[in-house]
């Protein structure tokens, strides 16, 4: 989610061949190991202090076809989690993470039988939704150190993301949100885990 939501923001702060390059570059590889990619980011102590745990975004608003589009990265994000990340599927409390994130959207499939083949669509539910939508926002004012920091924006807002308490809340909140399935987030380190997991996508 980190890698796509700020492949979607930069492209307003750098010009095109940074943005397919040096970020690219710098951004975590979805498949090498989560923990180290999180010791590589906090390598850099300088940026690292830099890190503002107490930021509080102003949530942006999208007109209707930015909205569309946004919806369905949040779907593919929920999709990626809930059927394809690896790392989620053998923690020993996945049952628990996919139950809880199964609460905050729709799964719609689709038969196509000019192909005879199916597709997926995974809908996410307001408050998921709501949740991303301050994430955006959150991911919009840290790039606006972007001069000051050069390059090194992208540890910047990663560390900014993984330590910010308004943010953290939000998504534990978002979790225990939507309870019709009976399962409860006993343990905020497990959605510590599915935050980062997410992030990583």
Not at 169 to 178: G, Y
Request: aromatic fraction near 10%; glycine fraction near 2%; proline fraction near 5%.
């Amino acid at each position: 989610m980190f890698r796509h939501l700020v492949l979607r923001i930069s492209r307003n702060y750098f010009p095109k061949s940074f943005c397919y390059t040096k970020t690219s570059c710098l951004l975590p590889d979805p498949r090498s190991d989560r923990r180290n990619v999180k010791e590589n980011f906090h390598k850099n102590k300088n940026i690292q202090e830099h890190a503002d745990p107490t930021l509080i975004p102003k949530v942006i608003t999208l007109n209707q076809a930015e909205s569309l589009k946004f919806s369905y990265i949040i779907g593919w994000v929920l999709f990626k989690l809930l059927k394809r990340d690896h790392v989620m599927n053998s923690h020993p409390k996945f049952q628990v993470m996919n139950t809880l994130l199964k609460a905050h959207c729709e799964e719609k499939v689709e038969y196509m039988p000019e192909t005879k083949s199916q597709t997926t669509n995974i809908i996410p539910r307001p408050e998921f939704t709501q949740f991303m939508y301050y994430l955006e926002s959150l991911i919009i004012e840290l790039f606006e150190k972007h001069n000051e920091l050069g390059p090194n924006i992208l540890c910047y807002v990663k560390n900014s993301l993984l330590v910010n308490l308004s943010l953290n809340q939000m998504f534990i909140t978002t979790l225990k949100s939507n309870n019709i399935t009976g399962v409860e987030l006993e343990d905020e380190n497990l959605g510590l885990f599915m935050r980062d997991a997410s992030l990583s996508i």
